[in-house]
T-cell receptor, first 117, second 118 residues
Framework: GAVVSQHPSWVICKSGTSVKIECRSL??????MFWYRQFPKQSLMLMAT?????????EQGVEKDKFLINHASLTLSTLTVTSAHPEDSSFYIC?????????????FGSGTRLTVV | AQKITQTQPGMFVQEKEAVTLDCTYD???????LFWYKQPSSGEMIFLIY??????QNATEGRYSLNFQKARKSANLVISASQLGDSAMYFC???????????????FGQGTILTVHP
């Protein structure tokens, strides 16, 4: 089945630095990628939707300049957390729509735990 | 307004017993899809079951079944014969719009932490 490979699985970075998270679609082309953020024991909140070759669509309240999303190819979407601060520490997970049995479903990456110290 | 509501922050069940996790939703769309996911402590999202708004029969997948009551806008997940490995967080999610020709974003409920006791 379809697989979305997400890296890194976890990362610790210093406050003020930038961190890039990659999601690669294996064996299929992901024209769209959804990026979610999740705090411990809470829901997944959609941050933005990226589309290959165009600008990402951000949800209300998400800082575009802080969370840079790039979808330069049909198999790679990236989220860069710029000038990270401790409050950006969270679990980030991507998801690509995938065709499954005639219907659209969603394939998730394995997630990235970001800790900013 | 909350589109997906899971009112049970935590649930406990004895091994081998059945458990129902509640989910209610709110949408004005006629066509929509409802999903249930399991999220163990590792964080991965495991797809469990799907129910389309036009599906007349309740979805079933092995030990998982979905009690779909359209008029009440509820889509409860029933897990039969609980196992220790079922302990995890469970999310109900909704996609507005038909799933045959389009894919929209998923909106998630707050989640329910299920603990299975031996």
């Amino acid at each position: 089945g379809a697989v979305v490979s997400q890296h890194p699985s976890w990362v610790i970075c210093k406050s003020g630095t930038s961190v890039k998270i990659e999601c690669r679609s294996l064996d299929f082309q992901a024209t769209t990628m959804f990026w979610y953020r999740q705090f411990p024991k809470q829901s997944l909140m959609l941050m933005a939707t990226s589309n290959e070759g165009s600008k990402a669509t951000y949800e209300q309240g998400v800082e575009k300049d802080k969370f840079l999303i790039n979808h330069a190819s049909l198999t790679l979407s990236t989220l860069t957390v710029t000038s990270a601060h401790p409050e950006d520490s969270s679990f980030y997970i991507c998801s690509a729509p995938t065709r499954q049995g005639g219907l659209w479903g969603y394939t998730f990456g394995s997630g990235t735990r970001l800790t900013v110290v | 307004a909350q589109k997906i509501t899971q009112t049970q922050p935590g649930m406990f069940v004895q091994e081998k017993e059945a458990v129902t996790l509640d989910c209610t939703y709110d949408t004005s769309d006629q066509s929509y899809g409802l999903f249930w996911y399991k999220q163990p402590s590792s964080g991965e999202m495991i797809f469990l079951i799907y129910q389309g708004s036009y599906d007349e029969q309740n979805a079933t997948e092995g030990r998982y079944s979905l009690n779909f009551q359209k008029a009440r806008k509820s889509a409860n997940l029933v897990i039969s014969a609980s196992q220790l490995g079922d302990s995890a967080m469970y999310f109900c999610a909704m996609r507005e719009g038909g799933g045959g020709t389009s894919y929209g974003k998923l909106t998630f409920g707050q989640g329910t932490i299920l603990t299975v006791h031996p």
